[in-house]
C-alpha cells in the first residue's frame, strides 16, 4: 500500500535553525527551508506547500510584495500563509497573510499554529476535491442530457415523416368506397392509432425543448373569436374518435386578449381533448369553455369519464410518472400532460384538474390578459 505523502511546509527565512527546530517539533511533516522571495516563487511552483511560514526578515524582495502573485496562483489555493515577525505583519495582512504571529513565539505555540494550519489546509484540499467530483459528474451528466436530446431529436424527426405518410395513406383508403364496411372502421382505427402516436412522438420532442429553454414562443394578441377557431382546429387534430362523443364549446365573448402562441394553445387544447377522449366511453360528453375569471380567462375541458383516483392527481402533469390504463385498454404515459403543464407556465399560467372518481374529470388552465404594452405593438403593427 503506498504512503500517502507528507505534508510540505515552507519555512521563508534568512535562518536556517529555525526551519531545522520546526522539522524537529512537527512529526510526519516535510518542513523546508526557503532562502529568499525568489526561491519561494520557483518552489512554489514546483512543489505547493500546505502551510508556508513567511518571516518579514527575511532579505531580497519583501515578500509582501510577492505574496499577491502567489495566491492568484489556482495551485496554492489551499495553501496557508503564516506571517512571523517583529515588524511588517500589517503589510503581510494587507498582502493577504492567513494568520500573524510573533517570531519570538515559543517553538511550542508555533507548532500548535503550523499544526492548525495544516487541518484547515487540508479541509480545503478535501472540500476542493469534494468540488471537483460533483463537477466532473455534472460534466458527465451534461454529456448525457445532450445525447439523449440528440437521440429524442433524431427519433421523433425520424418517425414524425413516415407516420404521416402512413396516416395520408389511410385516409385516402378510408374514403376509397370500394373498401367494406368493416374494413374501413378497421383503417379508420389504424389511423386514429397512427395519429397517436404522432402526438405521442411530437409531445416528447417539445417537453424536451422547454425544458432545455429552447422553445421561444410566437405570441400573438388572441381574441374571443380566435379561441374559437383553436378549439375548432384542435378537435380536427384528435381524429375520428370525437364523432362518438358529445362535444360541446362555449366561448365568452368580447374577452379582453391574451398574449399566447396559437399554435401552441391548439396543441395544449388537442391534448386535453384527447386525454378526454382516452377516458370516456362511446356516447360520454366532453365540454369546452373560455370564461373571464377575475384578470384571467380560464379554459376548461370537462368529461364525464371515468375520473381519476385520488392518489394519481399530484403526478398527473409529471412525464413518464403517471402512466395509467385507460377506458380503452391503453396505457397513457403522460407525456401529453406533461406537455400541457410546461407550455402554459411558459405563457405565465397554471394548469390544474379537479375530478372525481366514476363522474369525470375537468382540466383547466389560466392564461392572464396581455399587458397595455402588448396591445400598443400589436396596433402598431397593424398601422
Known amino acids: 500500500m503506498l504512503r500517502a505523502a507528507a505534508p510540505v511546509v515552507f519555512v521563508v527565512s534568512r535562518d536556517t535553525a529555525r526551519a531545522v527546530s520546526l522539522k524537529d517539533s512537527l512529526k510526519n511533516t516535510d518542513v523546508q527551508h526557503?532562502?529568499?522571495?525568489?526561491?519561494?516563487?520557483?518552489?512554489?511552483?514546483?512543489?505547493?506547500?500546505?502551510?508556508?511560514?513567511?518571516?518579514?526578515?527575511?532579505?531580497?524582495?519583501?515578500?509582501?510584495?510577492?505574496?499577491?502573485?502567489?495566491?492568484?496562483?489556482?495551485?496554492?489555493?489551499?495553501?496557508?500563509?503564516?506571517?512571523?515577525?517583529?515588524h511588517g505583519l500589517g503589510e503581510m495582512l494587507s498582502a493577504g497573510a492567513d494568520a500573524l504571529i510573533s517570531d519570538t513565539t515559543p517553538l511550542q505555540a508555533l507548532?500548535?499554529?503550523?499544526?492548525?494550519?495544516?487541518?484547515?489546509?487540508?479541509?480545503?484540499?478535501?472540500?476542493?476535491?469534494?468540488?471537483?467530483?460533483?463537477q466532473r459528474k455534472m460534466d458527465n451528466w451534461e454529456h448525457e442530457e445532450r445525447i439523449r436530446d440528440q437521440l429524442v431529436h433524431m427519433l421523433v424527426h425520424d418517425?414524425?415523416?413516415?407516420?404521416?405518410?402512413?396516416m395520408g395513406l389511410l385516409e385516402?383508403?378510408?374514403?376509397?368506397?370500394?373498401?367494406?364496411?368493416?374494413?374501413?372502421?378497421?383503417?379508420?382505427?389504424?389511423?386514429?392509432?397512427?395519429?397517436?402516436?404522432?402526438?405521442?412522438?411530437?409531445?416528447?420532442?417539445?417537453?424536451?425543448?422547454?425544458?432545455a429553454g429552447k422553445m421561444n414562443l410566437k405570441r400573438e394578441l388572441v381574441f374571443s373569436p380566435m379561441f374559437s377557431e383553436i378549439i375548432e382546429l384542435a378537435r380536427g387534430d384528435v381524429g375520428s374518435g370525437l364523432r362518438d362523443r358529445e362535444v360541446s364549446a362555449q366561448v365568452a365573448?368580447?374577452?379582453?386578449?391574451?398574449?399566447?402562441?396559437?399554435?401552441?394553445?391548439?396543441?395544449?387544447?388537442?391534448?386535453?381533448?384527447?386525454?378526454?377522449l382516452k377516458h370516456t366511453t362511446s356516447g360520454g360528453t366532453i365540454s369546452l369553455s373560455v370564461q373571464v375569471v377575475g384578470d384571467q380567462v380560464h379554459v376548461s375541458v370537462r368529461d364525464n369519464g371515468e375520473g381519476i383516483p385520488a392518489e394519481d392527481i399530484p403526478n398527473l402533469f409529471?412525464?413518464?410518472?403517471?402512466?395509467?390504463?385507460?377506458?380503452?385498454?391503453?396505457?397513457?404515459?403522460?407525456?401529453?400532460?406533461?406537455?400541457?403543464?410546461?407550455?402554459?407556465?411558459?405563457?405565465g399560467g397554471s394548469i390544474w384538474v379537479e375530478s372525481q372518481r366514476g363522474k369525470g374529470s375537468t382540466f383547466t388552465f389560466s392564461l392572464p390578459y396581455a399587458q397595455d404594452n402588448e396591445e400598443d405593438d400589436f396596433a402598431e403593427l397593424l398601422a
Open 172 to 211: 385516402i383508403v378510408e374514403d376509397d368506397h370500394r373498401v367494406p364496411g368493416d374494413s374501413r372502421e378497421l383503417i379508420t382505427v389504424a389511423r386514429d392509432e397512427a395519429q397517436h402516436l404522432l402526438h405521442l412522438t411530437v409531445n416528447m420532442l417539445d417537453v424536451r425543448k422547454i425544458q
Open 34 to 86: 526557503i532562502p529568499d522571495a525568489e526561491t519561494l516563487l520557483r518552489e512554489a511552483h514546483v512543489q505547493p506547500p500546505h502551510v508556508a511560514l513567511l518571516y518579514t526578515d527575511t532579505p531580497g524582495v519583501p515578500l509582501w510584495e510577492v505574496l499577491p502573485m502567489l495566491r492568484q496562483r489556482s495551485e496554492l489555493s489551499a495553501t496557508q500563509w503564516l506571517a512571523v515577525g517583529s
Open 253 to 276: 365573448q368580447n374577452m379582453s386578449p391574451v398574449s399566447a402562441d396559437p399554435e401552441i394553445l391548439r396543441r395544449v387544447m388537442a391534448n386535453l381533448l384527447s386525454n378526454a
Open 111 to 134: 507548532s500548535l499554529q503550523v499544526n492548525n494550519m495544516l487541518g484547515r489546509a487540508q479541509q480545503h484540499h478535501d472540500y476542493q476535491e469534494r468540488v471537483a467530483q460533483l
Open 318 to 347: 409529471a412525464a413518464f410518472e403517471q402512466s395509467r390504463l385507460t377506458l380503452h385498454g391503453r396505457f397513457d404515459t403522460g407525456m401529453g400532460l406533461a406537455f400541457c403543464k410546461m407550455a402554459i407556465e411558459e405563457h
Open 159 to 166: 418517425l414524425k415523416n413516415p407516420i404521416a405518410a402512413v
